[in-house]
T-cell receptor
Framework: KQEVTQIPAALSVPEGENLVLNCSFT??????LQWFRQDPGKGLTSLLL?????REQTSGRLNASLDKSSGRSTLYIAASQPGDSATYLC?????????FGTGTSLTVIP | ETGVTQTPRHLVMGMTNKKSLKCEQH?????MYWYKQSAKKPLELMFV???????ENNSVPSRFSPECPNSSHLFLHLHTLQPEDSALYLC??????????????FGPGTRLTVL
């Protein structure tokens, strides 16, 4: 069974800092990997989707990379802002199943 | 209204009650999903519907009964729930549920509390 791990579980950084969130998965036979953010008590907002054939995707200050063979993805956030404070989740699609990590809780301190 | 909507946003029910959660998507998608999110646990996929047909049921107890009358609407009927069923229930949609790269879009969720 696919297992998705996100490290660290929590991260606190000062405003303006660049940061990297990590996601690893045990089964490299994935169709895609998706990064989400979740604000407290709310649903998930899609940030980036990387297809299995792609190496990275960029949207504004966000850049996500995928190394399928090693079972890893990173989400790079440039020039962090207090509004970036949220929980960041990664999910992989394997077969017809979606597997999520438990997330990284990010706090950006003004 | 756009995106994925869910009603109600909050629900408190007793163990003997019957209630239903509703999800509607306005994205023209053909696949819809129910997830359960419990504290400190990863999201758990419960059901998948593709073109109104259920394609996945991840060993969900029968006290949860999904219904998908069309590609835009998804319901989760609840009866005889247990306190451990208290969680955030999230609905999502994507263009298709077939193997391949389809981005999922989530609703805001229903916070369910079972007393």
């Amino acid at each position: 069974k696919q297992e998705v791990t996100q490290i660290p579980a929590a991260l606190s950084v000062p405003e303006g800092e660049n940061l990297v969130l990590n996601c690893s998965f045990t089964d490299s036979a994935i169709y895609n990997l998706q990064w989400f953010r979740q604000d407290p008590g709310k649903g998930l907002t899609s940030l980036l989707l990387i297809q299995s054939s792609q190496r990275e995707q960029t949207s504004g200050r966000l850049n996500a990379s995928l190394d399928k063979s090693s079972g890893r993805s990173t989400l790079y956030i440039a020039a962090s802002q207090p509004g970036d404070s949220a929980t960041y989740l990664c999910a992989v699609k394997t077969g017809n199943q979606f597997y999520f990590g438990t997330g990284t809780s990010l706090t950006v301190i003004p | 209204e756009t995106g994925v909507t869910q009603t109600p946003r909050h629900l408190v029910m007793g163990m003997t009650n019957k209630k239903s959660l509703k999800c509607e998507q306005h994205l023209g998608h053909n696949a819809m999903y129910w997830y359960k999110q419990s504290a400190k646990k990863p999201l758990e996929l419960m059901f998948v519907y593709n073109f109104k047909e259920q394609t996945e049921n991840n060993s969900v107890p029968s006290r949860f009964s999904p219904e998908c009358p069309n590609s835009s609407h998804l319901f989760l009927h609840l009866h005889t729930l247990q306190p451990e069923d208290s969680a955030l229930y999230l609905c999502a949609s994507s263009l298709f549920a077939l193997a391949g790269g389809n981005e999922q879009f989530f609703g805001p969720g229903t916070r369910l509390t079972v007393l």
